[in-house]
């Protein structure tokens, strides 16, 4: 699961980081509304971490654009100013919850495990695509009830792919789901990851494929 956090204080932000990423999630920490726009508008992110006061602006005006492009992803908003009408206002604008700081660590997972919660309740728990499931809860891939013996990034690079099965999925897309921002990613590594997914879908029987549309990107899809 990865986490996109939007928090200016740098030693705050450091002290979530590592919390969360002691829980394995993959955290990818921006200090500025202008990336927090970029990165949560192209990136493969499954919850982001808003904090309201940033230097360029108010987090909560990133809301509506989130939930114009991406309905599902829970936001989850970091703020100081624990007035009530701030709360309505965060809440009106789309926000999924929110943490008033100071808060408890163990209140932010308590919340971060509720709002991923909701997804299951509408049913979308797992992504099929021919007899290859994809199961968003425990993060991984079955083909006939049995589980892929899959490296960290291909498993990456697989979800970022089923999501949009039967669509073209960009490069920088793909290259942004299975590296860091700080990871130097050489051209030609996304390219060995798909071709030994592509292996171990094959060795399980999976009937799918994972389709390079030239200089663009990747298409999964069953075949027929
Ligand atoms: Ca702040």
Redesign the pocket.
Known sequence: MRILLV???REFADTLRVALERERFVVDHVDRLTMAREAALTGPYDLVLL????PDGDGLSLVPALRATNPGLPVIVLS?RGELLDRIAGLDEGADDYLIKPFALDEMFARIRAVRRRPAELGIEEIRAGALVFDLTNDEAVVAGVSLDLARRELRVLATLMKRRGRTVLRESLEQAVFGFDDEVQSNTLDSHISRLRRKLTDAGADVEIHAVRGVGYLLRATP
């Open positions: 928090e200016d204080e904090d309201r006061t940033l100081a």
